[in-house]
């Protein structure tokens, strides 16, 4: 899957139950939290603290070592450790 450029990651938020991706085309992505369990037992502080990755197109939270890319969450993809 190739991605276009507005495809790239303009704003995270991680809720209770949900995560949350803005991309810079103007589309909002919402996935269970339960699909990422380093992010859904993570503290709150550890999921607030994400840095962009992979030249915007990836999310990276170096406390829980969590990364998801845009692509993934596009297709609906959830972690391989996700049940």
Do not use: C, Y
């Not at 269970?32 to 709150?44: E, N």
């Not at 994400?50 to 990836?58: D, H, R």
């Amino acid at each position: 899957m190739s991605l276009n450029p507005g495809e790239a990651v303009k704003d995270v938020r991680v809720g209770d139950f949900d995560l949350v991706v803005d991309l810079l085309d103007g589309r909002t992505i919402s996935v269970p939290l339960a699909w990422f369990p380093r992010l859904l037992h993570a503290s709150p502080a550890q999921r607030a603290n994400w840095q962009l990755a992979g030249a915007g197109f990836g999310i990276h939270w170096p406390d829980v070592d969590e990364d998801i890319s845009t692509a993934s969450l596009l297709r609906g993809i959830p972690a391989p450790t996700a049940s």
